[in-house]
């Protein structure tokens, strides 16, 4: 039986990355409470397979709906690339139907037309996201005008979750997957960073890139988006306790994760260690 009391918001990923969107959408909704899942034991998540993907992520969402969310985001691509549709199709309807999965993908292909000037843009992300073509997918829908290109960066995620990506090692993996982006479409004036760990790596990817190309991080996009989203759905609305709590949960070790992500958002974090498993 899941509670039915009134909840905080999931925010999920694979591991650190969700963290980024997570400092985003605290910033702009500061009011709601918030409950972290990282499933850092079995991260990256990048280059598993569909069905691995899918079932990591189904049962992080139920762990967080057990926990007491009804609205839970994604805030990882490449799971809202391989899970988000089945689980908003198939699991949700048996699971609750008044529960709610969103991910990051759409919030970010909604508002990319507005940022470049040749129409060419680049699109950075795990080698799940970049393979199942999500980001082409949602923008041609939106711009069939656009021309999309993507590059996976499938090292880019461990030197976040290993904390290498202030490093001079970095410097070579970020120069190499740019290089490799811009030689497939040198008109590219505008590139997403589709992999909620990049903006991490940010201030490496800008020294490799012309000053006036865009760079964009999803956090507060998507930020926007659970805002505008949460005003037109005074019911869900309702069911998000608003005491400004963050609790953050991870499948690894509570201190390993304590260090990195009071890193990664300049406060004290006390995260409990968890064990997810099929519910
Ligand atoms: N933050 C996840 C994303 O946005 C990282 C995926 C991974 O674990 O490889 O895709």
Request: charged share 20%; glycine share 6%.
């Amino acid at each position: 039986m899941l509670p039915t009391v009134a909840g905080p918001i999931g925010i999920f990923d694979s591991g650190y990355g969700g963290l980024t969107v997570l400092s985003a959408i605290k910033s702009l909704l500061p009011q709601y409470d918030y409950l972290y899942l990282g499933d850092n034991a079995r991260a990256p998540y990048g280059s598993r397979s569909f069905d691995t993907v899918y079932q990591f992520t189904r049962e992080a969402v139920e762990w967080l709906f057990s926990s007491g969310c009804h609205l839970v985001i994604l805030a990882c691509n490449t799971a809202s690339a391989k899970a988000l549709r089945t689980i908003q199709q198939r699991d949700l309807p048996t699971i609750d139907p008044e529960r709610r999965v969103l991910g990051v993908i759409r919030p970010t292909t909604e508002r990319v037309a507005e940022l470049t000037n040749s129409g060419h843009i680049g699109v950075l992300g795990t080698e799940g996201t970049i393979q199942s073509r999500s980001y082409e997918i949602e923008i041609y829908k939106l711009h069939p005008q656009l021309t999309i290109s993507g590059e996976a960066c499938p090292m880019w995620v461990p030197l976040v979750e290993n904390r290498e990506y202030d490093k001079p090692g970095a410097d070579y993996f970020v120069r190499q997957h740019l290089e490799q982006l811009m030689a497939k479409d040198p008109q590219i004036d505008t590139i997403i960073l589709g992999c909620t760990h990049y903006p991490l790596l940010l201030d490496k990817i800008r020294q490799h890139l012309p000053a006036d190309t865009n760079v964009i991080t999803q956090g507060s996009y998507v930020a926007e988006s659970l805002k505008d989203y949460l005003s037109r759905h005074q019911e869900m609305d309702a069911k998000c306790t608003k005491g400004g709590t963050v609790h953050y949960y991870t499948t690894d070790a509570s201190d390993k994760f304590n260090q990195l992500a009071s890193i990664f958002l300049r406060e004290k974090v006390d995260a409990r260690q968890i064990k997810l498993e099929k519910l």
